[in-house]
């Protein structure tokens, strides 16, 4: 199997082709990546589960409101790309089974896998470098079960293949709520992924921030940024009764994505500084100067 150079149309794609890469650009089986298993007596295990609890047991429609009130004025900081991005070397993900690194490393991880498949797409660089950046709200008092991890639809029945589904939605009071435990809940069939409330996190708030300070980074690129964590709807099938068919070219790419995102998690860590000028001559390309966090 050869990874892509130029992505064809959605329908010559074959869908393990995009999730799947050569085991040669994983430090470890691909099988081992995303392990949800339980484990009482694994620390990082049993702090992936908790964080996924916290985070089911309280994303609602009502709280999600809240936190676009909270964090969608964009007067927390301001603060230059790089300021933002070094934020993230005190920041370990307490949902990612897969590293225990502070984030920057993986964002520059993601990025240098991006710029070697595709070098000739230098907003895809970009694009992997900042993808996480939207976890700086960790920094601002918002806990990481509302920033970090995998997010989902809320307004509607719960995806199946979320993980801990069976259990981690307990007390939920949206799951008693008929205008929003049904199969399309709040939503009309096929109104598009980009129509959905999502969960509360890093995904929808960098989004948000990009549009704000008017990125000029292209759509398809807001969007991998806006979806890289929908994991339910781009690897586990769920939700397809409320994507729209122009969806697809989303799905695309953000599944192209994911091979940059998942797979190049390990504990090699690149050589950050000498990285940085390359890194910053897209910044002032697409996203210059200070923005509004």
Same mark, same amino acid.
């Given at each position: 199997?050869?990874? =892509?150079?130029?992505?064809?149309?959605?329908?010559?794609?074959?869908? *393990?082709?995009?999730?799947?890469? %050569?085991?040669?650009?994983?430090?470890? /089986?691909?099988? @081992?990546?995303?392990?949800?298993?339980?484990?009482?007596? /694994?620390?990082?295990? $049993?702090?992936?589960?908790?964080?996924?609890?916290? &985070?089911?047991?309280?994303?609602?429609? %009502?709280?999600?409101?809240?936190?676009? /009130?909270?964090?969608?004025?964009?007067?927390?900081?301001?603060?230059?790309?790089? $300021?933002?991005?070094?934020?993230?070397?005190? !920041?370990?993900?307490?949902?990612?089974?897969?590293?225990?690194?502070?984030?920057?490393?993986?964002?520059?991880? *993601?990025?240098?896998?991006?710029? =070697?498949?595709?070098? $000739?797409?230098?907003? !895809?660089?970009?694009?992997?470098?900042?993808?996480?950046?939207?976890?700086?709200?960790?920094? #601002?008092?918002?806990?990481?079960?509302?920033?970090?991890?995998?997010?989902?639809?809320?307004?509607?029945?719960?995806?199946?293949?979320?993980?801990?589904?069976?259990?981690?939605?307990?007390?939920?009071?949206?799951?008693?709520?008929?205008?929003?435990?049904?199969?399309?809940?709040?939503?009309?069939?096929?109104?598009?992924?980009?129509?959905?409330? &999502?969960?509360?996190?890093?995904? %929808?708030?960098?989004?948000?921030?990009?549009?704000?300070?008017? *990125?000029?980074?292209?759509?398809?690129?807001? @969007?991998?940024?806006?979806?890289?964590?929908? #994991?339910?709807?781009?690897?586990?099938?769920?939700?397809?009764?409320?994507?729209?068919?122009?969806?697809?070219?989303? @799905?695309?790419?953000? =599944?192209?994505?994911?091979?940059? /995102?998942? #797979?190049? @998690?390990? $504990?090699?860590?690149?050589?950050?500084?000498? =990285?940085?000028? #390359?890194?910053? *001559?897209?910044?002032?390309?697409?996203?210059?100067?200070?923005?509004?966090?």
């Amino acid at each position: 199997m050869k990874f =892509l150079r130029e992505i064809p149309p959605v329908d010559l794609i074959d869908p *393990s082709e995009l999730q799947r890469p %050569e085991p040669k650009y994983a430090d470890k /089986d691909l099988s @081992k990546f995303r392990d949800y298993s339980i484990d009482e007596n /694994d620390p990082l295990k $049993e702090r992936v589960r908790k964080t996924y609890r916290d &985070m089911h047991l309280n994303q609602t429609v %009502e709280f999600v409101k809240g936190r676009h /009130d909270t964090w969608l004025k964009f007067n927390h900081f301001k603060a230059t790309v790089r $300021e933002a991005l070094e934020k993230l070397n005190d !920041l370990i993900d307490e949902s990612d089974p897969d590293i225990n690194l502070p984030n920057i490393i993986h964002a520059f991880q *993601s990025a240098e896998r991006a710029r =070697l498949e595709f070098p $000739e797409h230098d907003w !895809l660089h970009l694009t992997a470098l900042i993808h996480d950046l939207g976890k700086v709200m960790a920094f #601002y008092g918002e806990p990481q079960w509302a920033v970090v991890g995998d997010t989902f639809p809320v307004g509607c029945e719960w995806g199946d293949s979320i993980v801990y589904r069976e259990t981690s939605f307990q007390g939920n009071p949206d799951g008693d709520n008929p205008l929003y435990n049904t199969k399309y809940g709040m939503y009309e069939p096929h109104c598009g992924v980009d129509n959905l409330m &999502m969960s509360w996190g890093h995904d %929808e708030y960098m989004y948000q921030v990009l549009k704000h300070n008017k *990125s000029t980074l292209p759509e398809v690129a807001m @969007k991998i940024i806006r979806f890289h964590s929908f #994991y339910p709807w781009h690897c586990g099938g769920d939700y397809e009764h409320l994507a729209a068919p122009q969806d697809e070219e989303t @799905k695309k790419w953000v =599944l192209t994505f994911n091979r940059y /995102d998942l #797979y190049t @998690k390990s $504990e090699t860590i690149p050589d950050i500084d000498a =990285l940085w000028p #390359y890194y910053q *001559s897209l910044i002032d390309k697409y996203l210059p100067g200070e923005i509004s966090f």
